[in-house]
């Protein structure tokens, strides 16, 4: 490995870092001044019709932002403090943040948690749970100096688009995006947990029309994709598609980026087979902590409903070919200037 001996193990697992350790202890729940009026800053904001039973959405810096994580973008964006060997998984959701939150903290913490040991912390927590996510901490104060306090290196989770990240350039970025139509297809059974009666074409129309959660998800990809390629060594960019197609020569790319490459030893001790079997979609949905309990308190989803299906292609069994055609020229005219294509867009 590249690191030093002695230098740290990898990310803690969030969960296990006690809120009330002692180690952010004596700092005031108090809001920042970003939360201290949100009405002034949100109801200025030009919103969206949404979806029965969906969150309102209001227009910041050019994204459509769930309203409650407007005050979160101007936080993060005042005073987001990367360090350099922190790293950021990024993604639109419903796009393989849980897959590569895992992938990520099970690569970066395998000198102290074996992929194979019994004891492996994805084992008993959900992949969200090891990773924090930024638009939760930065929500109070008392998360900002949870985020302070994390021994370094920190691997975190965002689905802010890059624009809310000024800080993102100092540190890495992990960025995974999907075929837009599965993503859509996901994003409507995940609602579908809560909303029962909700149609897919009431999702499909908001994300033809842009106005979804952190979208237009057609910029939220060419942001991360241009930065990738400005900075190969600062974004890696991954598609959902290939992970699944070669999910070892992926871990091997996500080892290098992040500066801890395999050594030889490991790869003939098995180590990247390891964690691959580890986070696999079969490995994963079976785990008492990915099928009980739910998100988060904010969002009284079960968890189980972050491992439906696992495949690409799903949008074949749910979309009418008028519905991926429209879908599917939309997306290439407008990443047409970034030079980005979905290949396998309507296999
Ligand atoms: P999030 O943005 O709310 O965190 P995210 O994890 O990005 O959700 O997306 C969930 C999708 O990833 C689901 O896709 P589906 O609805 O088409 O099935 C889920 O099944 C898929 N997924 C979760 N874990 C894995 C995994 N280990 N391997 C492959 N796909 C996975």
């Avoid at 001996?5 to 920042?32: H, I, N, R």
């Avoid at 004891?119 to 930065?138: D, S, Y």
């Avoid at 699944?244 to 992040?258: I, K, Q, S, T, Y």
Wanted: a negative charge; hydrophobic letters at 45%.
């Amino acid at each position: 490995m590249a690191k030093a001996p002695g230098a740290p193990l990898g990310p803690v697992p969030f969960a296990d870092v006690e809120a009330d350790s002692g180690l952010v202890s004596g700092v005031p729940e108090q809001l920042p001044e970003e939360h201290a009026d949100p009405d002034d800053l949100v109801s200025a904001l030009p919103s969206a019709p949404r979806p029965k039973g969906l969150s309102s959405l209001r227009l910041y810096d050019g994204f459509w932002l769930p309203e409650w994580s407007v005050p979160v973008a101007v936080a993060l964006q005042r005073r987001f403090e990367p360090r350099p060997d922190d790293v950021v998984v990024a993604s639109f959701p419903k796009c393989g943040t849980t897959w590569v939150n895992a992938l990520t903290f099970a690569t970066m913490a395998r000198r102290a948690h074996p992929a194979a040991g019994a004891g492996h912390p994805l084992l008993r927590l959900n992949p969200h749970q090891c990773v924090p996510f930024l638009e939760a901490l930065f929500g109070s104060r008392r998360g900002e100096a949870r985020l302070a306090a994390l021994p370094s290196p920190r691997l975190m989770n965002t689905h802010m688009p890059l624009a809310m990240m000024p800080g993102g350039g100092g540190c890495k970025v992990v960025y995974v995006c999907r075929e837009p139509k599965d993503m859509v297809v996901s994003l409507w059974h995940f609602h579908r947990r809560l909303h029962p009666e909700l149609p897919l074409a009431d999702v499909f129309e908001a994300v033809c029309g842009g106005a979804v959660g952190y979208g237009p998800v057609w910029d939220h990809i060419a942001g991360y994709w241009s930065a990738s390629a400005a900075r190969p060594d600062g974004v890696l960019f991954l598609r959902y598609e290939e992970l699944l197609r070669d999910p070892a020569g992926h871990v091997r790319e996500l080892a290098r980026f992040v500066g801890l490459p395999f050594s030889g030893a490991e790869e003939d001790a098995g180590v990247v087979h390891d964690i691959v079997n580890l986070c696999s979609f079969g490995h994963l949905k079976t785990l008492e902590a990915n099928k009980t309990g739910h998100m988060n308190a904010g969002l009284p989803i079960p968890r189980d409903a972050l491992f439906r299906k696992g495949v690409a292609g799903d949008w074949v069994n749910h979309m009418t070919p008028e519905m991926a055609r429209r879908l599917d020229d939309i997306v290439a005219d407008k990443l047409h200037a970034a030079g980005l294509t979905f290949l396998h867009a309507r296999e």
